[in-house]
């Protein structure tokens, strides 16, 4: 029997339309008209299948049974109904859980009679009685299974793909979304209490959703969304600056305040798909994308991403080759100290000595580093030879004088549980005075893991080593963790400097960071000068020190030394 464009079989069209409708109006049982085979003919239209399912009435007709009715009553439904289907005039009952579309499960009492020669009907009919239950937010905040799965969400999917196919004004989004460094929440924080932030993810975007939508959890950390009613790219990227903004909201829980971002990567409608895999796939690419951007953290699909993608998943299996060879080297910038303006150390930054493109550029594959992981182990690399190369030109340079050198910490490697043994690794192998090391990190590693950064902050400066909170002004730039945390630098961004303006305008914020590091008892770092005229207005408000194109490039382990002759 041929099914029209809304996915309902014609025949038999008014007999059984008319009768279904006659016996449901008003009522709270769907009752449905089913082929042996499984498919649905008709369902009845008085609105208990979309208010108890979540589909609409054509969405619901276009789905299988395995796609709505829970796995672990599959096989007991269908040895059931198949014994009905066998043998017309027999009928069936048995109690069976539903999956509503955003997950939850709906139990129902289903009756099955076999109408198959009763010359109306022609089929089976299927009541399924809700009684007076209302469907439940099962899946909040626990268990975490109850969250719909990715089977779910592309059932959700495949449907809306239908739906669109049929009709072209029904358009949808899918998001995907990547609570980002859940490795080191997890680190800090530990399994149970990330749990229970990844619950209240879902609860907050579960809240932007309207019925028709569908929110499910496909991954630790990894949320998918469709979204009915926004095919264009401008429509989603509105949603997705609202779904950011809720998730990035700070989280209370069990006595840890937290502040996460989102990754999204987005797909539409205004592209042809067969199925769910397709949109999920495509929505992965966009997100893969915008995990690679610094500042906007959502990326809608375009189809030269594919291309690109492809290009990214080689230079990620080189990377991974690289680190396995060590096919890494040290530059060096020098440090200045403005009074005087002389040098009192290095800072070291990582370079990439590709065997045929010779030296890559950081830019591109430090993020490409910090998303698969290797930062780790390419950042243990770092430490170590930045702190064997200074304690050799500590000896044969600066012996009455040592100078420091200044070593970047990602993120994902503060979070590491093994960071202080690697630390304390890389000082007595190289046997570098722990006061000549200065350690720098963002302002989002330290608000993001806010408990974990105290403890190692303190034993760092136990030990002696030095902490510098490095792109000041760029992120959070919440005050109140100066306060608390043991830093003894404060760097400021390239980005503030180079708005010196000729006449020494725009220098109100930098002033105004250095009283406060002052005030707090912090030295001053100003990244990125490069002029005269703003290393003389630094100095003049006070900034201690300062690195940039004006004093030196990034010099290779050679130039470092023959500055360091001279």
Known sequence: MATNRSGIAPKPADVTTHWIQAVTAGSNELVAIVRPNGQILHISDNGVAERFTGYSLSDACALRAEQIIHADDLAAMRAAFGGVAAAPGSHQTMSLRLIHRLGNEVRFDAYAANHMNDGVVEALVVRLSLGAERPKRTMFPEPQADVSDRAQLLAGIGAAIVRHGNDPTQVFSVFLLEVDRMTMLVGNYGQQVVDKLLAEVVQRLAG??????????????????????????????????????????????????????????????????????????????????????????????????????????????????????????????????????????FEALVRWDHPSEGLVSPGEFIPVAEETGLIVALGQFVLEEACKQMAEWNRRYAASNPLSISVNLSPMQFAEEDLWSHIEHALRNSELDA???????????????????????????????????????????????????????????RSFVARIGADGENIEIIHAIIALAHHLGLRVVAEGVETEFQATHLDKLGCEYAQGYYFARPLDARGAEALLSS
Do not use: W
């Open 208 to 345: 932007l959703l309207r019925p028709a939508d569908m929110v499910a959890q496909i991954g630790s950390g990894e949320f998918g969304m469709l979204i009915h009613d926004t095919g264009k790219a401008s429509e989603a990227s509105a949603i997705t600056d609202r779904i950011q903004e809720t998730v990035s909201e700070r989280y209370r829980i069990d006595g840890h305040t937290m502040t996460i971002s989102a990754i999204i990567g987005i797909a539409t409608s205004e592209r042809e798909y067969a199925d769910g895999e397709q949109v999920l796939r495509d929505a992965a690419v966009a997100a893969s994308r915008a995990r690679r951007q610094r500042r906007k953290r959502n990326v809608v699909f375009q189809t030269q991403m594919r291309v690109e993608d492809k290009r990214y998943m080689s230079l990620v299996d080189q990377l991974q080759n690289a680190v396995q060879q060590r096919e890494f080297c040290l530059h060096y910038q020098p440090i200045i100290e403005l009074d005087g303006r002389k040098l009192c150390g």
């Open 435 to 493: 006061r000549q090391l200065n350690l720098e990190i963002t302002e989002s590693a330290v608000l993001e893991n806010h408990d974990a950064a105290v403890l190692v902050l303190e034993k760092l400066k136990a030990r002696g080593v030095r902490v510098s909170l490095d792109d000041f002004g760029t992120g959070y730039s919440s005050f109140s963790h100066l306060y608390q945390l043991p830093y003894d630098t404060l760097k400021i961004d």
